[in-house]
């Protein structure tokens, strides 16, 4: 099936520094998404992005976090400054199209973020 | 309180036996759809089964199928003559059309099935 890639697998970084997390979605889709999974709990609609711009976010999605996806690269999650709460695994997901004719999400493999 | 409930946290079967994985959820909307997705090990989501208002599609053909009962707002995941291979963290999702719709998905906590040979 669609293949949705997340670089890196892991990261461990510090409190109060930035972190860009990597995705690369299924080279047709359109539609683009967000969600965080802390250990042990359910997986949460953060935000998601479609043609350049946020249509809806979660309140998950504080003001450290940022997306985009420049020139149909990598749609990139950033958080900064890091807070020891965001901590958790972020799964990227993407979409052919939404709406009445919901496409399926396919998601990535997640990449596992620790902040010390 | 939680929309898409998945009863059982764990659980643990034979090789070869049927497993029926429930989930129930919630919402008031008129069209919505239902997800079953497997996370496997290596932390790959593979989608399963998208149950549609009228339709079903069964993204991964073989000993997969559901039960809905849209009556009683339940869906659930059946897996027959299970085999190791069948580990893995199993989902429900729901997707809900509503005036803002965006395509959010609304998960289940999971259940974490093992099964041994």
């Known amino acids: 099936g669609p293949k949705v890639l997340q670089i890196p697998s892991h990261q461990i970084i510090d409190m109060g520094q930035m972190v860009t997390l990597n995705c690369d979605p299924v080279s047709n889709h359109l539609y683009f998404y967000w969600y965080k999974q802390i250990l042990g709990q359910q997986m949460e609609f953060l935000v998601n992005f479609y043609n350049g711009k946020v249509m809806e976010k979660s309140k998950l999605f504080k003001d450290q976090f940022s997306v985009e996806r420049p020139d149909g690269s990598y749609f990139t999650l950033k958080i900064q400054p890091t807070a020891l709460e965001d901590s958790a695994v972020y799964f990227c997901?993407?979409?052919?199209?939404?709406?009445?004719?919901?496409?399926?999400?396919?998601f990535g493999p997640g990449t596992r973020l620790l902040v010390l | 309180a939680q929309k898409v409930i998945q009863v059982w946290s764990t659980t643990s079967r034979q090789e070869g036996e049927k497993l029926t994985l429930d989930c129930s959820y919630k919402?008031?909307?008129?069209?919505?759809?239902l997800f079953w997705y497997k996370h496997l090990l290596s932390g790959e989501m593979v989608l399963l089964i998208r149950?549609?208002?009228?339709?079903?599609a069964i993204e991964r053909s073989g000993r997969y199928s559901v039960v809905f009962q849209k009556s009683r707002k339940s869906i659930s995941l059946v897996i027959s003559t299970l085999q190791p291979d069948d580990s893995g963290k199993y989902f429900c999702?729901?997707?809900?059309?509503?005036?803002?719709?965006?395509?959010?998905?609304?998960f289940g906590d999971g259940t974490v099935l093992t099964v041994k040979p």
């Open positions: 999702a729901l997707w809900e059309l509503k005036n803002t719709n965006t395509g959010k998905l609304t």
């Open positions: 997901a993407s979409s052919l199209a939404w709406g009445p004719n919901q496409d399926t999400q396919y």
């Open positions: 149950q549609m208002p009228s339709t079903i």
């Open positions: 919402t008031s909307q008129v069209l919505y759809h």
